[in-house]
């Protein structure tokens, strides 16, 4: 079966820079095998220069690439393009969606989960966003959909660096890695930057520890957390009400902006865990907070597991584990970030803390 073609979403809020971005790499010649789906040409301004051939749906580039339009359904759009790789009409090996400014990318990630067709073909690669540098912290002070775009970001693209001091750019750089402290954050030079910064960046079964741990970029707030108390050790149905197993028994308090409403946290566990704490986590957490979870990766080692697994999951939705087929034999640590919105203090912390726990212990009565 051949391998899934890799996806990657283009997003970023109005006027940061995704039709800079886009019309420079639709002239590197390493896309010449890509097929870039955009929502309207009109809205992309793509440049003329570069448009070799077009008809209503689709526009082949001067560099070999493709783009096509969303005419319906993103599902209706992929699905086309497919069918018209398989019968010779076209030729891609990656896909590029540009989403509009406002967009959730999750909606997008979860329509290449489950839609079953789509989903033996395409596969999510990364989400990189464009982040203005001029503009940037006053669209993050006033539109929590861009805090969510860099929440969920695998990969920033800064843009019109130019624009603003060093000091400032400074700040504006610290204020993206307090929303996400994972994503690596690249300039762009008038939207010109490598190509190979933005994709590639999901692991396969083949990739490297180095490539692997790159991705989950796990970068734990504190060395460690401290150890479970006996509380935390107790059954979940002892466990507080609107947060299930990890309820930090706190209130959320006023927030004093929109980066206050999206948490981070990482764990590094050396030791492999426990199939049954494990699963209790997993379950625990979607049942109490999955539509506020924005993004969860990790390499995970699981006790009787010969390799690890990398783990992403976007709110509700998972992707099929990739086993890390790759991994040095000596290390067994295993590596979670986990990304929400609106949870109480202490609740990632909590959470991921009890992956630490030993499993629950079942007395038998004679």
């Known amino acids: 079966m051949p391998a899934p073609i890799p996806v990657t979403l283009l997003t970023g809020f109005l006027g940061s820079g995704k039709t800079t971005l886009l019309n420079a790499l639709l002239k590197d010649p390493g896309m010449e095998r890509a097929a870039v789906v955009i929502n309207e040409f009109g809205e992309i301004g793509l440049d003329h220069d570069l448009i070799e051939s077009s008809t209503e749906t689709m526009v082949l580039m001067a560099s070999g690439c493709l783009c096509c339009t969303v005419r319906g359904d993103l599902a209706e759009t992929l699905n086309d393009l497919r069918q018209r790789r398989d019968a010779g009409e076209i ?9 509009t ?4 990318p999750a909606p997008i990630v979860q329509t290449l989960v489950m839609d079953g067709d789509l989903s033996y073909d395409f596969a999510l690669d990364g989400v990189v966003v464009t982040a203005d540098a001029a503009t940037g912290a006053q669209t993050l002070d006033k539109q929590f959909e861009a805090v969510q775009q860099v929440a969920m970001a695998d990969r920033i693209v800064l843009t019109k660096t130019d624009l603003v001091t060093p000091a400032q750019l400074a700040a504006f750089e610290r204020r993206l890695a307090a929303i996400n402290p994972g994503a690596p954050r690249h300039r762009a030079d008038h939207g010109r930057i490598d190509p190979a910064l933005l994709f590639g960046l999901a692991p396969r079964p083949d990739s490297s520890q180095a490539q692997a741990l790159a991705w989950v970029a796990a970068q734990p707030k504190k060395a460690s957390l401290p150890p479970l108390s006996g509380l935390k050790q107790t059954q979940p149905a002892g466990m507080g009400q609107s947060y299930g197993l990890f309820a930090s028994g706190g209130t959320t308090g006023v927030r004093p902006s929109h980066d206050g409403r999206v948490t981070s946290q990482s764990i590094e566990i050396a030791k492999p865990i426990s199939p049954i704490v494990f699963d209790l986590w997993l379950e625990s957490l979607m049942n109490s907070a999955a539509a506020d979870i924005l993004r969860l990766k990790g390499v995970v080692h699981v006790e009787g597991m ?6 992403h999951g976007v709110q509700h939705i998972f ?3 990739v086993p890390l087929s790759h991994w040095p034999e000596g290390d067994k640590t295993s590596r979670i970030v986990v990304i929400g919105r609106d949870l109480p203090p202490g609740y990632l ?3 991921l803390g ?8 079942t007395e038998h009565k004679l």
Request: glycine share 4%; net charge negative; aromatic share 10%.
């Open 349 to 351: 912390e909590d959470s």
């Open 319 to 321: 992707h099929p584990p």
């Open 354 to 361: 009890f992956l630490r726990s030993a499993p629950p212990v």
């Open 101 to 104: 400014g406002i967009a959730d």
């Open 306 to 311: 010969k390799h690890p697994f990398a783990l």
């Open 91 to 99: 030729a891609f090996d990656r896909v590029v969606i540009e989403t």
